[in-house]
């Protein structure tokens, strides 16, 4: 069964950059959908990246476009969320999520397609 396990969370000032890694094992299709969702305190989770299996397809929300930017690592059970210019809206736990190739990474963005979670990981943000 496929297990995701989120890396790289921790505090960083506003207008900084932090990268979080998550590795995907367990699964025997290294063609899944994978992706980031965050929850702030109080807070619906809300969808931030998908990559496609092979990494050609990327999804972002308005709120995360020019900012975040998610890769694949070249095992492809690795993907990344690279996040600059953190403002402080940016704190809350960030997700692992994906999906497998039948639904997709298009559809990664609805939260009730998300086949497998991480167990998620902490960005603070400071002032």
């Known amino acids: 069964q496929l297990q995701l396990e989120e890396t790289g969370g921790g505090s960083v000032q506003a207008g900084g950059s932090l990268r979080l890694s998550c590795a995907a094992s367990g699964g025997a299709d290294k063609d899944y959908a994978l992706g980031w969702w965050r929850q702030a305190p109080g807070k619906e989770r809300e969808f931030v990246a998908a990559?496609?299996?092979?990494?050609?397809?990327?999804y972002y929300p308005d709120s995360a476009k020019g900012r975040f930017t998610s890769s694949r690592g070249n095992a492809k059970n690795t993907v990344y969320l690279r996040m600059n210019r953190l403002k402080r809206e940016d704190p809350a736990v960030y997700y692992c999520?994906?999906?497998?190739?039948?639904?997709?990474?298009?559809?990664?963005?609805?939260?009730?397609?998300?086949?497998?979670w991480g167990q998620g990981t902490l960005v603070p943000v400071s002032p």
């Open positions: 990559i496609s299996g092979g990494g050609g397809s990327y």
């Open positions: 999520a994906a999906s497998p190739p039948s639904i997709g990474a298009e559809n990664l963005r609805s939260r009730d397609r998300v086949n497998v």
